[in-house]
């Protein structure tokens, strides 16, 4: 038996304020053949079930091309049985209120479904907690019911806690969980794939995003598959996928000392010859460290030679400036004498002074 788990597609939402129009545009439209792509992978690997586990959509209100698109590609696929589950972005999404032979939905109580009998039952079973459903999610945990015989997937969409309880509408406490019969606990919320034990017999799994959207969800992002078979001694085997069209990548250069564009921009060139890295990612370079307050620095030069190879890239300059005052100490000239009356002065943080003395040595040498 082979399942799919994904989640936090969040298909239709906006990309526009940092990508512009167009290439926001794409993509939204990637989002969507993405999630295609994924059903077409798992139908054709003859996988038995795919698990969405929450945020399908970005959205309550969502596009007809991206309702249209998602209905047709599940349709498409009659022999994948689909899995969905709500979350907090999608409550009352496209899907919520659609029937469909292949889809299969739960609500605010334990829904559970056979995924298959023998030679072992799998079982899945799953709830939406948001918002609580009746009773609170305290009773919703203690009605929890597993089959100690059975293979048994949990499926949720939350974050983890630690603890036995929780207050929140998206709040999962593990020792509830615990000792509970639970084989896989399937999870969307977080958008970092990521897998820790849940207790001698289970494990928690997070899906990750299928495709990142934003520089705080940089590195591989793609789904998980869940397999048993007589390999796998009866028991689950969990190994994720990357399957991302687009990487997003977040890299830290150090332009400590460079004096000039030139010199950090062969920083950069090497930071990104050391990174696996394609033309069709999207990447953003902070540079940091110190500068001398006397050298040249043009972020957008920089930005201007670099942007043309990728989709997108963004220079964050961090950097900090730093002036030797020992070397206009004795100098006779108006630099010297400017530069130590801002030495001088009380009002200034070093930072500010560093900044100031920038600006009037770019003026000393302009003629300004």
């Known amino acids: 038996m082979k399942i799919f788990h994904c989640a936090d597609l969040h298909l239709d939402a906006g990309a526009d304020t940092r990508l512009g129009a167009a290439r926001g545009q794409v993509r939204r439209d990637e989002l969507l053949l993405t999630f295609q792509r994924l059903l077409h992978t798992a139908d054709e690997e003859g996988a038995d079930a795919l698990l969405l586990c929450g945020d399908l959509f970005d959205r ?31 409550r009352t999404s496209a899907l919520a209120e659609t029937e469909l032979p292949n889809l299969f939905l739960f609500d605010g109580g334990w829904t559970s479904y056979t995924l298959a009998s023998s030679p072992v039952p799998v079982i899945l079973t799953g709830a939406e907690i948001t918002p609580p459903p009746p009773g609170g999610t305290p009773s919703l945990w203690a009605s929890l019911r597993l089959r100690p015989d059975a293979v048994n997937i949990v499926m949720l969409h939350g974050q983890i806690l ?40 289970g494990t928690c799994i997070y899906a990750g995003c299928l495709e990142g959207r934003g520089f705080d969800e940089c590195g591989p992002r793609g789904y998980w598959v869940h397999e048993i078979s007589p390999e796998t001694g009866g028991k689950l085997r969990s190994t994720f996928r990357p399957f991302a069209s687009r990487t997003l990548y977040d890299l830290r250069v150090s332009a400590d000392g460079c004096a000039s564009s030139h010199a950090i921009a062969q920083r950069i060139r090497t930071a990104l010859s050391e990174g696996d890295i394609s033309t069709d990612d999207l990447v953003r370079i902070r540079l940091t460290g110190a500068l001398p307050a006397d050298g040249e620095k043009s972020t957008a030069y920089l930005q201007h030679q670099f942007e043309g190879l990728f989709f997108y890239l963004e220079i964050l300059d961090e950097t900090t400036l730093t002036v030797d005052f ?20 009380t009002d200034l943080l070093p930072q500010e002074k560093a900044a100031v003395i920038r600006l009037g040595l770019e003026a000393l040498r302009s003629g300004g």
């Not at 969502?62 to 999608?90: E, F, M, Q, W």
């Not at 969307?188 to 990521?194: T, V, Y």
């Not at 020992?326 to 002065?345: H, K, M, N, P």
């Open 162 to 201: 630690p603890g036995n309880t929780a207050d929140g509408p998206e709040e999962i406490p593990l020792g509830a969980l615990r000792g509970r019969n639970i084989d896989l606990l399937a999870l969307g919320h977080i958008h970092k794939p990521q897998r820790e034990a849940l207790d001698a017999r």
């Open 326 to 345: 020992e070397d206009y100490l004795y100098d006779a000239s108006f630099t010297g004498a400017f530069v130590r009356a801002v030495q001088a002065r």
């Open 60 to 90: 309550d209100h969502v596009s007809r091309t991206a309702a249209a698109v998602v209905r047709d590609a599940i349709l498409s696929h009659p022999a994948l049985k689909v899995y969905y589950l709500r979350g907090n972005h999608d």
